[in-house]
């Protein structure tokens, strides 16, 4: 097992967010030059020399044990997901000389269970949170992925830089840095993808805020939660999302949003489904109306299946 220079990152980014009251190192005095814990009470706490843990941030060759690891997590009082991330970096480190996966593929099966959940919105997210597939109400929801060129077609890009995803959702700013924590883990699973290298190197550019939350190196791994939305057709939607990772490749991600029946949420998908329908006839169904339909060229990866084609 090799050490990483983003190991020594993470590390370093943990240890900062944690003030001595938070991470129980008592006694610990004297004036602080930088927010956070010192080194030294992190290593105290995980039972370390101050130089070995020095040398872990440092991102030296050592070969820390599992049991190490662990111990080094509860200083730094790590969620499960920071400690799975941590775990990555650290054991992907050498992926550099390995040659990069396939292109991922979604099943036929899986595209004939987005048409036929109907009227709940539904997408199948990839490596780099890529939107390898969706139905039609996904794509009315937010936007019509297979419309946009091949590179444009990720959530993440989606959410930090297209001004149409800050005016839909409510939360902007708490749903995009958590697109950002979700492509840092894909990031630590796959450190030699250059498509996700240069997807950060892009958002990175264009978006201070997203320069923040790389710097300060959140993880999201959220499995479900609640979103809330101001769509310009139907108004103010609230829904719950599930994420389910399918089985038989755990990089791709099924999303399922649906609305809490008798709902006012639950009308306003239902008169998102008929006003797409209905075409521009309707104010409503002039704001949704999908954009025109079209046919994603094989050479131009990912491609976006639409279960409207």
């Known amino acids: 097992m090799g050490q990483s220079a983003e190991f020594g990152k993470f590390l370093k980014a943990m240890r900062s967010r944690l003030s001595p009251e938070d991470a129980g190192a008592e006694g610990s005095t004297g004036a602080r030059r930088v927010p956070g814990l010192r080194r030294e009470e992190v290593a105290r706490l995980a039972g370390v020399s101050t130089d070995y843990y020095i040398r872990l941030e440092q991102g030296r060759n050592i070969h820390p044990s599992r049991t190490v690891l662990d111990s080094v997590a509860r200083a730094l009082r790590l969620d499960a997901g920071e400690h799975a991330h941590m775990m990555d970096l650290l054991e992907n480190c050498a992926a550099s000389t390995r040659s990069p996966g396939p292109a991922q593929a979604v099943r036929p099966a899986l595209r004939q269970l987005l048409e036929a959940v109907g009227d709940v919105p539904a997408m199948v997210l990839g490596r780099r949170t890529d939107v390898l597939a969706g139905n039609r109400m996904a794509f009315l929801l937010f936007t019509d992925f297979p419309a946009l060129p091949a590179h444009e077609r990720n959530l993440t890009r989606w959410l930090i830089l297209d001004p149409g995803a800050r005016e839909l959702f409510r939360d902007w700013k708490s749903v995009a840095a958590e697109a950002a924590g979700a492509l840092r883990v894909d990031v630590g699973r796959h450190p030699n993808d250059a498509q996700a290298n240069q997807l950060v190197g892009e958002l990175a550019v264009h978006s201070e805020h997203f320069r923040q939350w790389w710097a300060g190196h959140r993880v999201a791994t959220r499995s479900a939660g609640i979103v809330r939305l101001h769509h310009p057709g139907v108004g103010d939607l609230e829904l719950n999302f599930e994420n389910l990772t399918l089985p038989d490749d755990p990089d791709q991600m099924l999303r399922v949003y649906s609305a809490k029946p008798g709902t006012p949420s639950s009308d306003a998908l239902a008169l998102l489904s008929l006003s797409a329908d209905a075409g521009a006839d309707s ?25 409207r084609e």
Do not use: I, L
């Not at 999908?290 to 639409?306: L, S």
């Open 283 to 307: 104010p409503a169904g002039a704001a949704a109306a999908p954009a025109p339909q079209r046919t994603v060229a094989a050479e131009e990866p990912p491609a976006v299946h639409d279960s």
